[in-house]
């Protein structure tokens, strides 16, 4: 069992950023695979960004590509996304996740919610115009 919670949410100006983090604790967080999901209301949980267990390599969905960043440090058990120009549309509950397969199957690979195991509670991004 891995537990997760987020905190950094908050409500910020078009063009603005902010910083999620994500803590876990449990297993060893190094095992896994860390993803950063959102959904906003009446739509479905959108895969945002990938990080592997080492944290080497990244990957992004294209809304957020050149945007968002998520990076980790394992020796604080946690994972970050770092939200740089903020649109509207990015107001959503984002959420961290830890992979299934704990290296199983490669990072690259990990693109939906079935994908991974273990979930934070949400964080709320309000994005104002």
């Known amino acids: 069992q891995v537990q997760l919670v987020e905190s950094g949410g908050g409500l910020v100006q078009a063009g603005g950023s902010l910083r999620l983090s994500c803590a876990a604790s449990g297993r060893i967080f190094s095992g896994y695979a860390m993803g950063w999901f959102r959904q906003a209301p009446g739509k479905e949980r959108e895969l945002l960004a990938v990080?592997?267990?080492?944290?080497?390599?990244?990957y992004y969905a294209d809304s957020v590509k050149g945007r968002f960043t998520i990076s980790r440090d394992n020796a604080k058990n946690t994972v970050y996304l770092q939200m740089n120009s903020l649109k509207p549309e990015d107001t959503a509950v984002y959420y961290c996740a830890a992979d299934r397969y704990t290296g199983r199957v490669p990072a690259q690979q990990l693109g939906a919610a079935g994908d991974f195991a273990y979930w934070g509670q949400g964080t709320q991004v309000t994005v104002s115009s």
């Open positions: 990080i592997s267990r080492g944290g080497l390599n990244t």
